[in-house]
């Protein structure tokens, strides 16, 4: 995927996160900025977390320990960009939210788009 791809592909992340932060109670995104930096430091988390402990830990792997891990990324991360607020609740609900949106809208994994498999 070339350089605009990856763009595009924080960008809409950047308006999910915008509209989680509108639905979900107890999560806040203070403005598009702070919702496309909040999608960086979500990949760049979740690429840490997956280098340390495997693919099936990081927010883009599945079942409960992926959703806990989603939600643990996206409370760390209010500490990392400012606008941002989460409570332990307001984590696990965006979490949830945004794993419903990702099943209707693929947003992928931003840190792996680039690898294709042919």
Request: aromatic fraction near 12%; charged fraction near 5%.
């Amino acid at each position: 995927m070339h350089f605009l791809g990856h763009v595009v592909r924080f960008i809409v992340s950047a308006i999910v996160l915008m509209i989680v932060g509108y639905l979900v109670p107890h999560f806040t995104v203070g403005g598009f900025w702070s919702a496309l930096m909040l999608a960086l430091v979500i990949a760049v988390l979740g690429w840490i977390i997956e280098a340390i402990f495997g693919k099936n830990v990081t927010p883009f792997g599945r079942g409960i320990v992926g959703f806990l891990c989603s939600a643990l990324v996206i409370w760390l991360a209010q500490f990392v960009v400012s606008g941002v607020t989460a409570s332990i609740l307001g984590a696990l609900l965006a979490a949830l939210v945004i794993g419903i949106i990702d099943l209707f809208i693929p947003i992928g994994n931003p840190y792996k788009a680039g690898k294709r498999h042919h």
